[in-house]
């Protein structure tokens, strides 16, 4: 079992930046690859970005490419998204996602954290 739990979200306001954190304990967490979903509300959860296992390759969705920065330290068993230049199309509950698989679907990822709220306020 993989324990996530998130942290950073709150209210911003559109244009700003907030810093997601997502501490893992349980099983090895380099051994997982490391993935951020957002739901928001009426929609369904979507992929936001993942990054692999080293740390050294990443994917985002588009909506967020440049925008956003996932990253991980896996001494501190912690995934980290940075937000900038937040929208208010970003506002969604964030979900951070463990797998043994490198994907993009929900079905992919084996664990779960229970989300922190984003609210980006124009």
């Known amino acids: 079992q993989v324990q996530l739990v998130e942290s950073g979200g709150g209210l911003v306001q559109a244009g700003g930046s907030l810093s997601l954190s997502c501490a893992a304990s349980g099983r ?3 051994d997982y690859f490391m ?6 509300p ?5 992929f936001v970005a993942r990054i692999a296992r080293s740390g050294l390759t990443t ?3 588009d909506s967020v490419k440049g925008r956003f920065t996932i990253s991980r ?3 501190k068993n912690t995934v980290f998204l940075q937000m900038n230049s937040l929208k208010p199309e970003d506002t ?3 979900y951070c996602a463990a797998g043994l698989r490198w994907g993009v679907r929900e079905n992919e990822y084996e664990y779960w954290g229970q989300g922190t709220q984003v609210t980006v306020s124009s």
């Open 42 to 46: 009426g929609k369904e959860r979507e």
């Open 35 to 40: 993935g951020w979903f957002r739901q928001a």
């Open 73 to 75: 330290d896996n001494a």
């Open 92 to 94: 969604a509950v964030y």
């Open 59 to 61: 994917t985002y969705a």
């Open 28 to 30: 090895t967490f380099s």
